[in-house]
């Protein structure tokens, strides 16, 4: 396979790695929480949040099948309250969980995940770049912000995978079921692709090796642009 064709399927990767990742950051289904149900024919609050944001649906619950279990789905009709965190308001402590250190891992998992957008736009830029004649220099640093960027993505989803966790896990929340949803396999997904598809344009980028043992990379023909 040529380098053009190569760096294609590379450049086509990264940017569905790059609209994972987007996807992942700017909406809220990052995982979705249910309290028990205690009685029927009332309203139980089940929530769902991302980065940014946590709503919560009251869904109205009929079956007695379901007492004692958590509520749900978070797909039956409802009323919708959203709330953003308020992460860079000092001063103000966080109720949305019930938990004071939920806003904490929120703002850590929240920055990784700029970090990695602003990784995304530099490695963007460069592919832009090296789209001129002459310039596949600049394939090697592309990759490299890539890969960053993947870098940070998994880092953001281990950060609000342990803040689920504890919040599970503390004795002072009223969640007691969880799963993850669509916006954390999207942040998975962008993770794969973009630290694949960097480390993908890092080898791309090296020189030809020779064909044969006995020659030098000097002595290799030349590459078919």
């Known amino acids: 396979m040529q380098k053009e064709t190569k760096t294609k399927i590379l450049f086509f990767v990264i940017m569905v790695g790059s609209v994972c990742m987007l996807t992942a950051v700017v909406t809220d289904h990052w995982a979705v929480l249910s309290p028990r149900v205690e009685n029927v024919n009332t309203t139980c609050e089940a929530a769902h949040f991302g980065l940014w944001r946590l709503c919560k649906k009251h869904i109205y619950i009929e079956d007695e099948e379901l007492i004692g279990k958590g509520c749900g789905p978070i797909s039956l009709p409802g009323e919708m309250n959203c709330s953003y965190f308020r992460h860079f308001t000092p001063g103000e402590d966080s109720e949305i969980f019930e938990v004071k250190t939920q806003?904490?891992?929120?703002?850590?998992?929240?920055?990784?995940?700029?970090?990695?957008?602003?990784?995304?736009?530099?490695?963007?830029?460069?592919?832009?770049?090296?789209?001129?004649?002459?310039?596949?220099?600049?394939?090697?640093?592309?990759?490299?912000?890539?890969?960053?960027?993947?870098?940070?993505?998994?880092i953001s989803v281990e950060v609000m995978r342990q803040s689920v966790k504890r919040m599970i896990e503390s004795e002072e929340t009223i969640w007691i079921e969880y799963y993850y949803s669509w916006s954390f396999a999207c942040a998975c997904t962008g993770f794969v692709l973009l630290l694949l598809s960097g480390i993908g344009l890092l080898l791309v980028s090296m020189p030809q090796m020779p064909r044969n043992p006995w020659e030098t990379c000097m002595d290799a023909e030349p590459e078919q642009i």
């Open 103 to 154: 806003r904490e891992y929120n703002i850590s998992a929240a920055a990784i995940a700029i970090f990695s957008l602003v990784f995304m736009i530099l490695g963007t830029l460069c592919v832009l770049g090296s789209l001129r004649k002459g310039k596949d220099y600049l394939y090697k640093p592309a990759g490299m912000f890539f890969a960053f960027a993947g870098l940070c993505a998994i």
